[in-house]
């Protein structure tokens, strides 16, 4: 089994920055694609950046040039790190992860974190 836990949400200023941090434990051989969701009150979870396990990166529109996502295998972390936000950012977001679990089968499991919440003042 796995689990995903993010941290590092909270209350900014419209402008400020914030760095999240999504945790992977338990029985991990290797993390592949990973993702950031939000969800908004009343709107359906999007998705807001993805990468690769070769490190290839992709972002949604909204959040080009201003939200960027990074891992560190090594220590089985996701980032994100969030500048000049702002109050349409306001979400609870979610990790994502496709793990490989065993080193004899290359069976993929998806797995989700409980989330965090990011609220953007005005």
């Known amino acids: 089994q796995v689990q995903l836990v993010e941290s590092g949400g909270g209350l900014v200023q419209a402008g400020g920055s914030l760095r999240l941090s999504c945790a992977a434990s338990?029985?991990?051989?290797?993390?592949?694609?990973m993702e950031w969701y939000r969800q908004a009150p009343g709107k359906q979870r999007e998705l807001v950046a993805t990468?690769?396990?070769?490190?290839?990166?992709n972002s949604a529109d909204s959040v080009k040039g201003r939200f960027t996502i990074s891992r560190d295998d090594a220590k089985n972390m996701l980032y994100l790190q969030m500048n000049s936000l702002k109050p349409e950012d306001t979400a609870v977001y979610y990790c994502?992860?496709?793990?490989?679990?065993?080193?004899?089968?290359?069976?993929?499991?998806?797995?989700w974190g409980q989330g965090t919440q990011v609220t953007v003042s005005s």
């Open positions: 994502h992860a496709d793990v490989r679990t065993l080193p004899y089968s290359t069976r993929l499991y998806s797995y």
């Open positions: 990468i690769t396990s070769g490190g290839r990166t």
């Open positions: 338990g029985t991990i051989y290797s993390l592949n694609d």
